[in-house]
């Protein structure tokens, strides 16, 4: 069975769970909304592109990373309200983590397509760029949020998930950049090998 097909499975699992008794359903809604989304894309496009078992894996893990924070919207994860006690730290940082994989990931499928499409043939600013696609991505998705926030009121209120940190939405883009630089430096070599395998 090809991973496509298992990713698939496992996204539907992972949907499911999320969606049973969540802390409220229009803010796992919210959150699950960008995973569904995106499956929807790959299922389209399916056919003219498939990505590497490499990128599909960590897709797959972003998206259980929403589920998570979907299910218990981003402020309220047991394990980083441990973390937070623990450590004495003043919010629940799971969304940190959340926006971490936004960089992440994106800079991962980004990259995959630049090489597999030969979008940028000058070597010396493609890492540059697939960085700026991502902040680009992660700026964008801050306006979303934003966007959001202000027509439902309350409702936004947990799907925005400042925690009362004012620098929140600037730290998010640097978690968010800091996530694609790791992508970048730490597994860029085993994506080649990934994208080499896939094409031979």
Same mark, same amino acid.
């Given at each position: *069975?090809?991973?496509?097909?298992?990713?698939?499975?496992?996204?539907?699992?992972?949907?499911?769970?999320?969606?049973?008794?969540?802390?409220?359903?229009?803010?796992?809604?919210?959150?699950?909304?960008?995973?569904?989304?995106?499956?929807?894309?790959?299922?389209?496009?399916?056919?003219?592109?498939?990505?590497?078992?490499?990128?599909?894996?960590?897709?797959?893990?972003?998206?259980?990373?929403?589920?998570?924070?979907?299910?218990?919207?981003?402020?309220?994860?047991?394990?980083?309200?441990?973390?937070?006690?623990?450590?004495?730290?003043?919010?629940?940082?799971?969304?940190?983590?959340?926006?971490?994989?936004?960089?992440?990931?994106?800079? *991962?499928?980004?990259?995959?397509?630049?090489?597999?499409?030969?979008?940028?043939?000058? +070597?010396?600013?493609?890492?540059?760029?697939?960085?700026?696609?991502?902040?680009?991505? +992660?700026?964008?998705?801050?306006?979303?949020?934003?966007?959001?926030?202000?027509?439902?009121?309350?409702?936004?209120?947990?799907?925005?998930?400042?925690?009362?940190?004012?620098?929140?939405?600037? +730290?998010?883009?640097?978690?968010?950049?800091?996530?694609?630089?790791? *992508?970048?430096?730490?597994? +860029?070599?085993?994506?080649?090998?990934?994208?080499?395998?896939?094409?031979?």
């Amino acid at each position: *069975m090809k991973l496509p097909y298992i990713f698939i499975s496992l996204f539907f699992i992972g949907l499911i769970l999320s969606g049973i008794n969540p802390k409220e359903y229009f803010t796992w809604f919210l959150e699950v909304s960008p995973a569904i989304i995106g499956l929807l894309i790959l299922i389209f496009t399916h056919k003219k592109f498939q990505f590497t078992n490499f990128t599909y894996l960590f897709i797959l893990i972003h998206c259980y990373i929403l589920f998570l924070g979907g299910h218990y919207t981003y402020a309220e994860v047991p394990l980083f309200d441990w973390i937070k006690e623990t450590f004495d730290q003043s919010r629940n940082n799971y969304d940190k983590v959340g926006h971490f994989a936004q960089g992440f990931v994106p800079a *991962m499928i980004t990259r995959e397509l630049f090489i597999r499409k030969n979008v940028i043939s000058n +070597s010396s600013f493609f890492n540059f760029i697939i960085v700026a696609v991502c902040l680009a991505i +992660s700026a964008a998705y801050e306006w979303l949020e934003w966007g959001v926030s202000l027509c439902t009121g309350d409702g936004g209120d947990a799907f925005l998930g400042t925690q009362g940190y004012v620098w929140d939405t600037q +730290s998010d883009m640097l978690y968010a950049t800091i996530g694609a630089i790791c *992508m970048l430096i730490f597994f +860029s070599k085993k994506h080649d090998k990934a994208i080499q395998e896939l094409i031979h």
